[in-house]
């Protein structure tokens, strides 16, 4: 099946600091998605973006589907942006098809 | 609209008993997929349900089943426990599957002992 990797697995900010997180992905996909876990346990729908560029507020995404990676910028960074951060894939075919394939994740912590 | 729903939130179960989650979609919402997460495995599909018919299913045992009713509000099932099965269950919503938003619930945490 589809490997999806995300990079890296961890990630320490003061406030205030910008980061890049990665996931890439080892075949072509139908969809990605990006969501953030937090200390509850909720995992919050970030983006939907199986290509292309996207931006929420301090967030954006941009996935790059014929080089097969997605990247999430966080800007300006809050301590309430501390979690874990998923990318989750639906492969465009064979057994990854039809289900999301989800990364190990990026622990990110944000110090006041 | 109110989110995904989750009941119970909280399950403590022993060995060998089965146990039945629920999951309340998204107002509006068809689709219907569940998830296990664990510290060792991280998040893994299950099965997915749209129309009250399962489209998709991960790599689990037949322990595990599930269905969904006309309403959409989905129910899994998980016989003969095992301490392995000992975590957080996700429910997500959609409107018609895999190639729309995926909106998750708060989980149900399940203990095995």
């Known amino acids: 099946g589809i490997q999806v990797e995300q990079s890296p697995p961890d990630l320490i900010l003061q406030e205030g600091a910008n980061s890049t997180l990665r996931c890439n992905f080892s075949?072509?996909?139908?969809?990605l998605q990006w969501f953030h876990q937090n200390p509850w346990g909720q995992l919050i729908n970030l983006f939907y973006i199986p290509s292309g560029t996207k931006q929420n507020g301090r967030l954006s995404a941009t996935t790059v589907a014929t080089e097969r990676y997605s990247l999430l910028y966080i800007s300006s960074s809050q301590t309430t942006d501390s979690g874990v951060y998923f990318c989750?894939?639906?492969?465009?075919?064979?057994?990854?098809?039809?289900?999301?394939?989800f990364g190990q994740g990026t622990i990110l912590t944000v110090h006041p | 609209k109110a989110g995904v729903t989750q009941t119970p939130r909280y399950l403590i179960k022993t060995r060998g008993q089965q146990v039945t989650l629920s999951c309340s979609p998204i107002?509006?919402?068809?689709?219907v997929s569940w998830y296990q997460q664990t510290p060792g495995q991280g998040l893994q599909f299950l099965f997915e349900?749209?129309?009250?018919?399962?489209?998709n299913k991960g790599n689990f045992p037949g322990r595990f089943s599930g269905r969904q009713f006309s309403n959409s509000r989905s129910e899994m099932n998980v016989s003969t426990l095992e301490l392995g099965d000992s975590a957080l269950y996700l429910c997500?919503?959609?409107?018609?599957?895999?190639?729309?938003?995926?909106?998750f619930g708060p989980g149900t945490r399940l203990t095995v002992t």
């Open positions: 107002s509006g919402h068809r689709s």
């Open positions: 075949d072509s996909v139908n969809n």
């Open positions: 997500a919503s959609s409107l018609a599957g895999l190639g729309y938003e995926q909106y």
């Open positions: 349900y749209f129309s009250e018919t399962q489209r």
């Open positions: 989750a894939v639906e492969g465009a075919g064979g057994t990854s098809y039809g289900k999301l394939t």
